[in-house]
């Protein structure tokens, strides 16, 4: 299977999206509605209303990718606890979100931050 970089930048719509939208749609959708350009390095993600569909935007080299993936019975776990109209995630969140994992339940330790040893 095709899976993106885990070092890829990636921002992620909340808002649900027409998935009739193709390369047009969605470059204008990330110029105009998340503020972003279109042409960068990165990944552009968009689900629709049910979340069981999802589409990738990526400009690579010479013309835009579009991914797209449907699922048959289950639905993708959108984040909800980050805040903005367009989320970063990493590449490795992504991946996650794409096999069916509640980010939003992931939690990592507390970060620690020591000013001396001992």
Not at 40 to 57: E, P, S
Request: charged share 30%.
């Amino acid at each position: 299977m095709i899976r993106p970089s885990t070092d890829l930048i990636v921002y992620l719509c909340r808002e649900p999206v027409d998935m009739r939208k193709q390369i047009d749609g969605l470059a204008l959708l990330v110029q105009e509605a998340m503020e972003l350009n279109p042409f960068d390095k990165a990944l552009f993600v968009f689900g629709n209303r049910q979340r069981n569909k999802i589409k990738l935007l990526f400009w690579e080299r010479n013309g835009f990718v579009v991914w797209y993936k449907r699922l048959e019975r289950e639905r993708f776990k959108w984040p909800t606890h980050l805040d903005g109209d367009a989320v970063t995630l990493t590449g490795q969140e992504l991946n996650w979100l794409l096999d069916g994992y509640d980010l939003n339940a992931m939690k990592p330790h507390k970060a620690l931050d020591f000013q001396c040893v001992g």
